[in-house]
């Protein structure tokens, strides 16, 4: 089974987004770059209609500097989903992506069926804090995301062309933004009780962008909350281990 791609434009937005599969709609948000793929979501088509959205600014979405917070790309999302009909969801997000899918279903949790969170950003622990990534050398950031490297080696050419760069600094830059715009704050927690659908905390214990320890800190919050905890393995757990697809379509499914 391969992606296929779909475009919509949404209030004048471009709007890239890949497929896969039949049946309940599953929602994928990306984190903060793209490089990396989707190849571990296809299992999910066995059982799910996925579908992965890049976020404007995002890969092969289009750029959209109107959309200023979190918060209006929850209402992007919200448009998106009415133009393609979608009643309820699944919906499962990495990292940037899983604050993202957290305030969603703050805000709009009746449109939920099930929530994972994947390493998610968002929380401000201080005992825990998440990683300073502008103090990491550019070239070294890939090696953040994964405890065995040679997992997503190949996304990464050696010899990067211009167009490569380009976008991986396109996709710093929107981060950079939404860190600006208060993507990591106390406002979250204050209202995380407000999820009300079952939800898996999926965590790799080698994380080195988002500690592992914050799993905790985000169960109690979330009040019908389970944390699976992965280990060895970093950042991108549903790449490094291949239960953790499996896992999560479990969960979804049950």
Same mark, same amino acid.
């Given at each position: 089974?391969?992606?296929?791609?779909?475009?919509?434009?949404?209030n004048?937005?471009?709007?890239?987004?890949?497929?896969?599969?039949?049946?309940?709609?599953?929602?994928?948000?990306?984190?903060?770059?793209?490089?990396?793929?989707?190849?571990?979501?296809?299992?999910?088509?066995?059982?799910?209609?996925?579908?992965?959205?890049?976020?404007?600014?995002?890969?092969?979405?289009?750029?959209?500097?109107?959309?200023?917070?979190?918060?209006?790309?929850?209402?992007?999302?919200?448009?998106?989903?009415?133009?393609l009909?979608?009643?309820?969801?699944?919906?499962?997000?990495?990292?940037?992506? @899983?604050?993202?899918?957290?305030?969603?279903? +703050?805000?709009?949790? =009746?449109?939920?069926r %099930? &929530?994972?969170?994947? $390493?998610?950003?968002?929380?401000?622990v201080?005992?825990?804090?998440?990683?300073d990534?502008?103090?990491?050398?550019?070239?070294?950031?890939?090696?953040?995301?994964?405890?065995?490297?040679?997992?997503?080696?190949?996304?990464y050419?050696?010899?990067?062309?211009?167009e490569?760069?380009?976008?991986?600094?396109?996709?710093?830059?929107?981060?950079?933004?939404?860190?600006?715009?208060?993507?990591?704050?106390?406002?979250?927690?204050?209202?995380?009780?407000?999820?009300?659908?079952?939800?898996?905390?999926?965590? @790799?214990?080698?994380?080195?962008?988002?500690? +592992?320890?914050?799993? =905790?800190?985000?169960? %109690? &919050?979330?009040?019908? $909350?389970?944390?699976?905890?992965?280990?060895?393995?970093?950042?991108?757990?549903?790449?490094?281990?291949?239960?953790?697809?499996g896992?999560?379509?479990d969960?979804?499914?049950?």
């Amino acid at each position: 089974m391969t992606f296929n791609k779909e475009t919509h434009t949404v209030n004048g937005i471009k709007v890239a987004m890949l497929t896969a599969g039949s049946g309940e709609p599953l929602v994928f948000w990306h984190g903060a770059g793209t490089a990396t793929g989707f190849d571990f979501a296809l299992p999910w088509a066995d059982r799910f209609r996925v579908m992965i959205p890049y976020h404007p600014g995002w890969g092969e979405s289009g750029d959209a500097p109107e959309l200023a917070t979190p918060r209006d790309y929850m209402l992007h999302y919200m448009d998106l989903f009415d133009q393609l009909g979608l009643d309820k969801i699944n919906l499962v997000g990495l990292s940037m992506g @899983g604050c993202f899918a957290a305030t969603f279903a +703050v805000e709009h949790g =009746d449109r939920l069926r %099930k &929530l994972v969170l994947i $390493a998610p950003a968002g929380l401000v622990v201080p005992e825990h804090p998440l990683a300073d990534l502008s103090q990491v050398p550019p070239q070294e950031i890939p090696r953040y995301l994964v405890e065995d490297f040679s997992i997503i080696e190949k996304y990464y050419p050696q010899a990067p062309s211009a167009e490569f760069q380009a976008a991986g600094a396109r996709e710093g830059g929107n981060f950079g933004r939404m860190l600006e715009a208060g993507l990591v704050g106390t406002w979250l927690e204050r209202w995380l009780h407000r999820v009300k659908v079952p939800t898996m905390i999926v965590w @790799g214990e080698k994380d080195r962008i988002v500690p +592992v320890q914050q799993a =905790d800190v985000w169960k %109690k &919050l979330i009040p019908q $909350a389970r944390v699976l905890r992965v280990p060895n393995v970093g950042h991108l757990p549903m790449q490094e281990s291949a239960m953790v697809p499996g896992a999560i379509s479990d969960f979804l499914a049950t």
